[in-house]
C-alpha cells in the first residue's frame, strides 16, 4: 500500500523531494491531468506526470505502488476503493461526498485550503431560442434531476445536481476558464 495517509504527506514528500513524486491520468490534458497540475500549482511542488492508456491500468498502478497517486471520480476509483483496492485519501470537492461521507476534503486531509476538480455537465442549446423555451428546459430537466430514479442513477456514479441559474453557471464557466486556463498554460498542454 501507499505510505500516503493523507493529502498533507503527499505534499511534504513533494516539496521535501521536487519532482521525483509522480502522478498519472490517461492523457494530456484530461481533467486529472489538469486537476494534477491545478494541485502541483497549488502547493507549490514539482510532479512528474505519467501517462496511462487506460484508467484500469492507471488505478491499478496506485494500487500496486507503481505510481504515487492519481486524482479520480468517484464512477473511475469508487469501485476500487469500495473493493479495498484503494485508499481515498481526500474528495477534492468544497464538502465532503454524499456517497463517500467518510473521506475527507482536500482541505481536511493537509491539503490547500480551498482546492476543488469538480466534474461538471451542462445542456447546451442554440443561440436566441425564445426565453420562454429555454426555461420550460430549464424546468423539465431541473424536474427530472429531482425525481427518485435519476438522483438513484446519480448516486451509483457519486454525482450530485446542483441546479443554476444562467447567470450564475456563465460565472462558473468564467471563472473555471480562467482557473484552468491558467494551469494548461504553466503547464504547457497543447493540442499538438
Given at each position: 500500500?501507499?505510505?500516503?495517509?493523507?493529502?498533507?504527506?503527499?505534499?511534504?514528500?513533494?516539496?521535501?523531494?521536487?519532482?521525483?513524486?509522480n502522478y498519472g491520468s490517461?492523457?494530456?490534458?484530461?481533467?486529472?491531468?489538469?486537476?494534477?497540475?491545478?494541485?502541483?500549482?497549488?502547493?507549490?511542488?514539482?510532479?512528474?506526470?505519467?501517462?496511462?492508456?487506460?484508467?484500469?491500468?492507471?488505478?491499478?498502478?496506485?494500487?500496486?505502488?507503481?505510481?504515487?497517486?492519481?486524482?479520480?471520480?468517484?464512477?473511475?476509483?469508487?469501485?476500487?476503493?469500495?473493493?479495498?483496492?484503494?485508499?481515498?485519501?481526500?474528495?477534492?470537492?468544497?464538502?465532503?461526498?454524499?456517497?463517500?461521507?467518510?473521506?475527507?476534503?482536500?482541505?481536511?486531509?493537509?491539503?490547500?485550503?480551498?482546492?476543488?476538480?469538480?466534474?461538471?455537465?451542462?445542456?447546451?442549446?442554440?443561440?436566441?431560442?425564445?426565453?420562454?423555451?429555454?426555461?420550460?428546459?430549464?424546468?423539465?430537466?431541473?424536474?427530472?434531476?429531482?425525481?427518485?430514479?435519476?438522483?438513484?442513477?446519480?448516486?451509483?456514479?457519486?454525482?450530485?445536481?446542483?441546479?443554476?441559474?444562467?447567470?450564475?453557471?456563465?460565472?462558473?464557466?468564467?471563472?473555471?476558464?480562467?482557473?484552468?486556463?491558467?494551469?494548461?498554460?504553466?503547464?504547457?498542454?497543447?493540442?499538438?
Amino acid at each position: 500500500g501507499s505510505k500516503y495517509k493523507t493529502v498533507g504527506d503527499i505534499v511534504a514528500d513533494a516539496k521535501a523531494r521536487p519532482g521525483k513524486l509522480n502522478y498519472g491520468s490517461w492523457s494530456v490534458g484530461n481533467p486529472v491531468h489538469l486537476g494534477s497540475e491545478l494541485f502541483e500549482s497549488a502547493t507549490g511542488t514539482q510532479m512528474e506526470h505519467v501517462i496511462f492508456k487506460e484508467t484500469t491500468q492507471l488505478y491499478t498502478s496506485v494500487a500496486t505502488g507503481d505510481i504515487d497517486f492519481a486524482l479520480g471520480s468517484a464512477a473511475t476509483a469508487g469501485p476500487l476503493y469500495r473493493a479495498g483496492k484503494l485508499r481515498l485519501l481526500a474528495f477534492a470537492g468544497p464538502q465532503r461526498s454524499v456517497e463517500f461521507p467518510d473521506v475527507p476534503t482536500v482541505a481536511e486531509a493537509g491539503g490547500p485550503k480551498d482546492f476543488t476538480v469538480t466534474g461538471w455537465n451542462a445542456i447546451a442549446v442554440p443561440p436566441g431560442l425564445p426565453a420562454a423555451v429555454t426555461d420550460k428546459i430549464k424546468r423539465d430537466i431541473e424536474q427530472a434531476l429531482t425525481g427518485p430514479d435519476v438522483a438513484e442513477k446519480f448516486k451509483t456514479f457519486g454525482y450530485e445536481s446542483f441546479p443554476t441559474t444562467r447567470p450564475q453557471f456563465a460565472q462558473f464557466v468564467k471563472d473555471e476558464s480562467q482557473r484552468f486556463g491558467d494551469v494548461i498554460k504553466k503547464a504547457n498542454v497543447s493540442l499538438d
